[in-house]
């Protein structure tokens, strides 16, 4: 081949397999050679973006001083531990399904969930509950599946390319609610709360973000993933490995194009049952010691796992491609290693524990198939057929992946105004008013959607995600265990710094007005393009921000993901760094068996509704689609609300709080009506002050015999708070003089993304 050919075959390979030329030539110098055949599919999955994080890596080492005591030690594992006394420890991340959701949606979320629960039982903790947040882009009629059509009766089917309403989102947002409800329904870990947005920036590129949290209970231990024991043996457990998912990691770490639909191949088919039966064999095999070490073969598959595990250990392994399951005779090699195909597992085992082992997996109807062997020398050799393809050290792959130090500049606010008086809202008539509570896709109902969900399933379940935030009771302890979600785009959208204090802050203070204290965080950061500086400079504005509120609540970042490259032609979503909140109530189990946990909607006629405030940003919404604010961010003074909140729930009976979010005051209120019990107020409110937002304010109904002792709590604490009215029942009369009728509101919240609100005015 001459040298012209040999340079048109090396940029063919450099682009299949989504190496940079920079990045060919460190290659070289760490190989001290050229790369052979089987060694491009090595380098191309675990230095893409997805698995090594080459452009956040340097800037993600700052939540290391977030981690405190409470952490124990599993730096590198597939999710963080945390310790929650008498011996209770809890197992969570939060991870993206982004890409593939977008190419097929229910395949691509309900993957998704399979993934982040192998992240949580690979540890040795059993999934006990599952949360979402998820970002659509804009729908111009009702999403199918959303009606009231029995779930499994919609035209549109799982790999079906088109909707029959021809709305490609209503299309993308019933294929993910089906899939998530369809994998966490299956498995029987119950889905307990979530967010659901939607916004035009997202039109191009979903995100579906998926949360789990695992339980280790008194006696069980901590699994951990790095190979250990020459001689020792590498088990493949689960299923069969298939075409499917091949290059999904590389397919995950760049943007779309117009032919993103010609990726379906790197979207993986999942299977719930097979999962379950994964799950309790592992737990199983586990708890009885016949596991040196695990890891599921998630992102970049086989590959992945098994030079992440040598990694780690500091040894070698010898793998025998062939003798790894199969379900396609015509699977080379390559497709073998990077292969994403679902449920499945890798374990180091003793060779005197194989038989035992293998008997346990066989009772669940699972092959426990050597693969390979544990070496002491630090190489990984890859055999087919008896012949031996390569033999690498995985440490340069693993460890010595590219660390890019993106441009970016210092954060500086866009959209601040310096004096309150030119914040601008929207002129706000009685029936743009309704529209904005009741018919606005960012107020209505998402009944259609957590339906679908099994919220129930475990029987640990108090509040689900009919709720602001989740609450379960641990099994052993009796304690209340919180779970929130957050991550507001329309506040990322007026400020990143602001956008991501508030992912933090915002599900914080809902945890606490459920006297739930918040003890550890997970993240999911969605951004769009790191190669552009605004986009960059989007994310360590975002990182620094969460750090800096994680140490002010005391609650570390123990786990996440980077979810890069959220861009269509161009276009990039709004900055989007979910979080995951996990909190803890009171050491006395009365606290959730009494039923002392306020509700979210009003419950007496008669009792007080009181306004706390400890306001520092004052946010003005032009449109829907721009916002500027007055103020700055005060951490002490929302720490001191946090904790003013949780001791408060614990000492003082409240009937019902809410947090006051998008939409003020006003659709606070109003949301709070939509119970039993409606609300009077009781002195005037301005329009524009009910329907601004500020950081931050809450909402409080209290009984005549509690009002006392909840103003003396907040006189002392110095926080400013005033009674606005009271409970009324059938009315909605608010302080700025309009009034609604609750029926009709009720219907219009109710009936969700079908709302329609042209006979409300």
């Not at 050799?381 to 590219?402: C, F, M, Q, R």
């Not at 108090?462 to 609450?471: E, K, L, N, S, T």
Request: proline content about 4%.
């Amino acid at each position: 081949m001459n040298q012209e050919n040999q340079k048109i075959e090396l940029q063919k390979r450099l682009k299949h397999y989504r190496i940079s030329v920079a990045e060919y030539e460190m290659i070289k110098s760490l190989l001290g050679r050229e790369p052979k055949p089987i060694e491009w599919p090595l380098f191309s999955a675990l230095w893409s973006e997805h698995c090594s994080y080459k452009s956040s890596r340097m800037h993600l080492k700052k939540f290391g001083k977030t981690l405190n005591a409470s952490v124990l030690n599993a730096a590198g594992e597939n999710a963080g531990v945390v310790d929650l006394g008498y011996d209770e420890r809890i197992v969570f991340k939060m991870e993206s399904h982004n890409h593939p959701s977008f190419i097929e949606p229910y395949q691509g979320a309900a993957t998704g969930v399979g993934g982040i629960l192998r992240d949580i039982f690979t540890m040795g903790a059993r999934p006990i509950a599952l949360a979402d947040y998820l970002c659509f882009g804009e729908i111009s009629v009702t999403p199918i599946g959303l009606q009231e059509t029995p779930i499994g009766l919609q035209k549109s089917t799982a790999g079906s390319e088109t909707s029959t309403t021809g709305n490609r989102m209503g299309f993308l947002v019933d294929g993910v609610v089906r899939g998530i409800g369809g994998y966490g329904n299956s498995v029987g870990v119950p889905t307990v709360t979530g967010q659901t947005n939607f916004d035009k920036s997202y039109d191009k590129n979903i995100l579906v973000n998926a949360m789990a949290v695992g339980l280790l209970r008194p006696g069980e231990k901590v699994a951990l993933s790095a190979a250990k024991g020459p001689g020792n043996l590498v088990v493949y457990v689960g299923a069969k490995t298939g075409k499917d998912g091949v290059h999904g990691a590389a397919m995950a770490s760049e943007s779309f194009d117009e032919n993103s639909e010609a990726k379906k191949p790197n979207v993986q088919i999942g299977d719930p049952y097979f999962e379950k039966l994964l799950i309790e064999s592992c737990l199983e095999v586990l708890k009885k010691d016949l596991v040196v070490s695990i890891q599921d073969m998630g992102a970049a598959g086989l590959t992945s796992s098994s030079f992440e595990m040598a990694s780690k250990g500091n040894v070698g392994m010898s793998l025998k491609l062939d003798q790894v399951p199969i379900r396609d005779s015509s699977i080379q090699p390559e497709e073998i290693l990077l292969s994403e195909s679902q449920e499945r597992m890798l374990l180091i085992c003793e060779p005197k524990k194989i038989q035992v082992l293998q008997s346990e997996f066989e009772k669940w109807g699972l092959d426990a198939v050597v693969v390979g062997e544990v070496l002491q020398e630090r190489k990984i050799e890859l055999w087919w057929k008896g012949e031996l393809l390569t033999s690498i050290d995985p440490y340069p792959l693993v460890e010595n992946a590219p660390m890019y130090d993106r441009t970016f500049r210092a954060w500086t606010a866009k959209n601040k105004v310096i004096d309150k008086s030119q914040l601008q809202n929207e002129d706000i008539s009685k029936k743009k008013y309704t529209e904005k509570l009741f018919g606005h896709v960012q107020f209505t109902s998402r009944k259609n959607i957590y339906r679908q969900y099994d919220q129930r399933v475990g029987l640990n379940t108090v509040r689900g995600a009919d709720h602001d935030v989740a609450i379960l009771r641990l099994p052993d302890s009796g304690r209340a265990l919180g779970v929130a979600v957050g991550c507001r785009p329309h506040l990322m959208k007026m400020d990143a710094r602001i956008g991501a204090q508030d992912a933090v802050y915002y599900p914080a203070l809902q945890l606490a007005l459920r006297g739930i204290k918040v003890v550890a965080l997970t993240d999911c950061l969605n951004f769009g393009n790191p190669e552009r500086p605004e986009i960059m400079s989007e994310f360590v504005a975002s990182v620094d921000a969460i750090t800096e509120s994680s140490l002010k609540l005391k609650a570390p970042v123990i786990s996440g993901n980077v979810s890069f490259y959220n861009e269509t032609l161009g276009e990039n979503i709004i900055s989007t760094p979910a979080m995951g909140l996990v909190g803890l109530g009171p050491e006395d189990a009365s606290f959730i068996n009494g039923g002392q946990i306020p509700q979210d909607v009003f419950q007496h006629s008669g009792n007080s509704v009181y306004l706390v405030s400890s306001a520092k940003v004052f946010i003005g919404e032009i449109s829907k689609s721009q916002f500027q604010y007055f103020g700055e961010p005060d951490l002490n003074a929302w720490t001191e609300l946090v904790d003013a909140f949780t001791a408060l729930t614990r000492k003082v009976e409240i009937s019902a709080s809410q947090m006051v979010g998008r939409g003020g005051l006003g659709w606070t209120l109003a949301q709070m009506s939509l119970g039993n019990y409606g609300y009077k107020g009781a002195f005037a409110i301005s329009s524009n002050e009910l329907w601004q937002e500020t950081l931050y304010q809450a909402v409080f109904e209290v009984n005549e015999t509690e009002s006392k002792k909840f103003e003396i709590f907040f006189q002392n604490n110095k926080i400013e708070f005033k009674k606005i009215g009271e409970v009324q029942a059938d009315i909605l009369a608010l302080n700025d003089g309009t009034s609604f009728n609750l029926k009709e509101c009720k219907k219009s919240y109710e009936l969700g993304l079908r709302g329609s609100i042209e006979n409300l005015a």
